[in-house]
Nanobody, 126 residues
């Protein structure tokens, strides 16, 4: 029932910035917590950042802390990932995901989420 559509990916030089968007539809309780994941060729899927409704708390992978910022505009049903100081190591397919109420220790784990978007490609050149 929940649908997620990512946008905003593209190619950028090292040190540049991009903002990814995830347009969501469907029951709000099915997307209480949302997150961004990424996967590069030959590597496992990695949880990047997560956020839940009715809280100011956000969660980030160590690899992106201080560079990426997750936020949501509930009135627009849109999730964002602001990425700055991008490096070639950030090159990956980025996907958004939605789920119910998720415990903090599981927020960056793929099995915690029921719904997934198709992804948007981010490529960072050196």
């Amino acid at each position: 029932q929940v649908q997620l559509v990512e946008s905003g990916g593209g190619s950028v030089q090292a040190g540049g910035s991009l903002r990814l968007s995830c347009a969501a539809s469907g029951a709000t309780y099915e997307r209480y917590c949302m997150a961004w994941f990424r996967q590069a060729p030959g590597k496992e899927r990695e949880g990047v950042a997560a956020i839940c409704r009715d809280t100011d708390t956000t969660y980030y992978a160590d690899s992106v802390k201080g560079r990426f910022s997750i936020s949501q505009d509930n009135a627009k049903n849109t999730l964002y990932l602001q990425m700055s100081s991008l490096q070639p190591e950030d090159t990956a397919m980025y996907s958004c995901a939605a789920g119910g109420l998720i415990g903090k220790w599981r927020l960056l784990l793929p099995p915690s989420y029921k719904y997934w978007g198709q992804g948007t490609q981010v490529t960072v050149s050196s």
